[in-house]
Nanobody, 115 residues
Framework: QVQLVESGGGLVQPGGSLRLSCAGS????????MGWYRQAPGKQREMVAA???????NYADSVKGRFTISRDNAKNQVYLQMNSLKPEDTAVYYC?????????WGQGTQVTVSS
């Protein structure tokens, strides 16, 4: 069992930055592939960025060059650095952990990009 708790969301102006954090419990955190997803009102949840247990990252086309995912296994943390934020980035952002048939989600953190 892995419990995930996101933090770092908030209100930011267009062009601004935020750093999301996801704290995971359990000693097996390091073997999970981790991801950040988001869901905007009226839209389906979509993958934003993912990082494998081995540290390989991939990104949705819409955030490439602006967002960076990283992980610190010693601290059981996954981060999402978001730069050059746009209004269309507004959504609830969720942390995800996957290992074979196991999948866990955090409760989400709201990110609002508005002037």
């Amino acid at each position: 069992q892995v419990q995930l708790v996101e933090s770092g969301g908030g209100l930011v102006q267009p062009g601004g930055s935020l750093r999301l954090s996801c704290a995971g419990s359990g000693t097996t955190f390091r073997i999970f592939d981790m991801g950040w997803y988001r869901q905007a009102p009226g839209k389906q949840r979509e993958m934003v960025a993912a990082i494998t247990a081995g540290g390989n990252a991939n990104y949705a086309d819409s955030v490439k060059g602006r967002f960076t995912i990283s992980r610190d296994n010693a601290k059981n943390q996954v981060y999402l650095q978001m730069n050059s934020l746009k209004p269309e980035d507004t959504a609830v952002y969720y942390c995800n952990a996957v290992r074979r048939s196991l999948e866990f989600w955090g409760q989400g953190t709201q990110v609002t990009v508005s002037s």
